[in-house]
């Protein structure tokens, strides 16, 4: 999958696809089944497969305090679009600029003469275009006048129930890890390099990878048993707080992880971490002893599950 940055990246022999547009937060199964039908509209017509994005997304720019939380940042996202083997994954930079652009304006520049849409698919509910003035009525009108067919994608059922990114968000929070990966078609992780944190957890015996969460809010905060797989492929148990560290007054939030049974470096290396069960919610301790004394449980807690 080529990746795209930006409109002005789009090259005049990528011109003529297929394209659909949202944010496919999670890339769970309701988005591969419109991702196949991408696929398939493509190859009928000889043309190439892609899939838009925004960055932000759009209610993050404009109500980032009311925008929910993301299940996938930007890498995550285009990881999962490109192990659905589309040939783009064209990105734009969304910001006050670009969501001032006139929704004619968008259909005849971008979609027609920049990418030479042939076939689009969107939700029957996606609005776009200054003050949200283009629905999807304006873009069948103009299809019909600028040769390009649009349809509505169909939502994915799962046992007559709707399966959705706000949907997975509240199997998470609820700690239904398995209902999740039902609807994601694989478990939930989070993916990420290890950076250099404040190398506290060292001191007290308990050791942790840190890895920046990349999003405004994320859909879990606590204390999980996880497990982790490194870049070679090498899997370890472990327990991750996912928070602001109250009791160390961090202020943003992060993914710390300690693996059991690990000793090697792992900063800069990929992580995917996989939370298998909800421990126990964060809390502020009266001191760093109590603290120790609550991860040293919180571990143990953790192990049991491989015991």
């Known amino acids: 999958m080529q990746l795209i940055r930006g409109i002005h990246n789009i090259a005049r022999e990528q011109r003529g696809c297929v394209l659909t547009i949202g944010n496919f937060d999670g890339v769970h199964l309701g988005h591969r089944a419109v991702l196949a039908q991408v696929k398939a509209q493509a190859l009928a017509r000889g043309v190439s497969s892609a899939v838009m994005t925004f960055e932000p997304q759009p209610q993050e720019l404009f109500q980032p305090d009311r925008a929910p939380a993301r299940l996938t940042n930007f890498r995550e996202k285009h990881v999962a679009l490109r192990d659905q083997e589309l040939d783009q994954h064209i990105v734009i930079e969304f910001n006050r600029k670009f969501a001032s652009l006139p929704a004619r304006e968008f259909i005849e520049r971008v979609l027609v003469k920049q990418l030479g849409v042939k076939f689009l698919v969107v939700g029957d509910d996606f609005r776009f275009g200054q003050g949200r003035e283009g629905d999807f009525a304006l873009l069948q009108k103009a299809g019909a006048e600028l040769d390009f067919e649009v349809v509505d994608t169909h939502s994915y059922r799962q046992q007559q129930r709707r399966v959705s990114s706000t949907a997975i968000r509240q199997a998470l929070s609820d700690g239904d890890f398995a209902d999740a990966a039902a609807m994601l078609g694989r478990p939930y992780a989070f993916q990420g390099r290890v950076v250099h944190g404040e190398k506290k957890g060292r001191t007290i015996g308990f050791p942790t990878a840190n890895i920046k969460l990349k999003r405004l809010q994320s859909p879990l905060r606590g204390v999980f048993a996880v497990q982790v797989a490194t870049k070679d492929g090498a899997e370890y148990p472990g327990v991750a707080n996912i928070g ?3 009791t160390l007054n961090g202020e943003q939030v992060q ?3 300690h693996l059991f049974d690990f000793a090697g470096d792992l900063y800069g290396q990929q992580l995917k971490v996989t939370p298998t069960r909800f421990i126990r919610a964060e809390q502020k301790f009266s001191d760093f002893a109590a603290l120790k004394a ?7 807690n ?3 599950d491989n015991e």
Do not use: G, Y
């Open 244 to 246: 602001r560290r109250p």
């Open 294 to 300: 609550q991860i040293a449980q919180d571990a143990k």
């Open 302 to 304: 953790a192990k049991s």
């Open 255 to 257: 993914l710390e992880v």
